[in-house]
C-alpha cells in the first residue's frame, strides 16, 4: 500500500522566469549551475531554458516537496543568488508548479 501511496505523491516545480542584463547569460547560467550543484536533499532535477537570440530564460528546479527547497538554501547557495543579483535586468517572477504529469522517453 505504501508504494501506491507514493506514486500519488507530486513532484513540485520551482520555476523563475527572467531577463538578464545584455550579455549576461552566459555568466548567469554559470552560476545558476553552481546554485543547483549545492541542492541535496528532495531534489530532483534542474533546466534552464534560453530564448533563442536574447537574454531571457526560464529555470524550472523539481523537488519532491516545496519545503525541500527551504531546507536547501544553506549559505554557500545564498552566496551564488547574491553574486548573480545584479546580472538580472529586473527582478525575475517565481511561482511553484504541481507536477501533474511526467513523461519520460526510454532511452
Do not use: R
Not at 1 to 29: N, R
Not at 30 to 43: I, N, P, R
Not at 80 to 98: C, D, G, K, R, V
Amino acid at each position: 500500500m505504501s508504494e501506491f501511496l507514493d506514486f500519488l505523491k507530486h513532484k513540485y516545480a520551482y520555476v523563475a522566469i527572467g531577463k538578464f542584463k545584455p550579455g549576461q547569460f552566459v555568466e548567469a547560467q554559470k552560476l545558476y549551475e553552481k546554485a543547483v550543484s549545492t541542492y541535496t536533499q528532495g531534489f530532483q532535477g534542474a533546466y534552464l531554458l534560453q530564448k533563442p537570440g536574447t537574454d531571457e530564460g526560464i529555470a524550472v528546479i523539481i523537488w519532491s516537496k516545496i519545503d525541500d527547497m527551504q531546507d536547501n538554501q544553506t549559505e554557500a547557495y545564498k552566496a551564488i543568488l547574491q553574486e548573480m543579483s545584479p546580472l538580472f535586468a529586473t527582478a525575475p517572477n517565481t511561482s511553484f508548479y504541481e507536477v501533474c504529469s511526467e513523461i519520460g522517453i526510454e532511452q
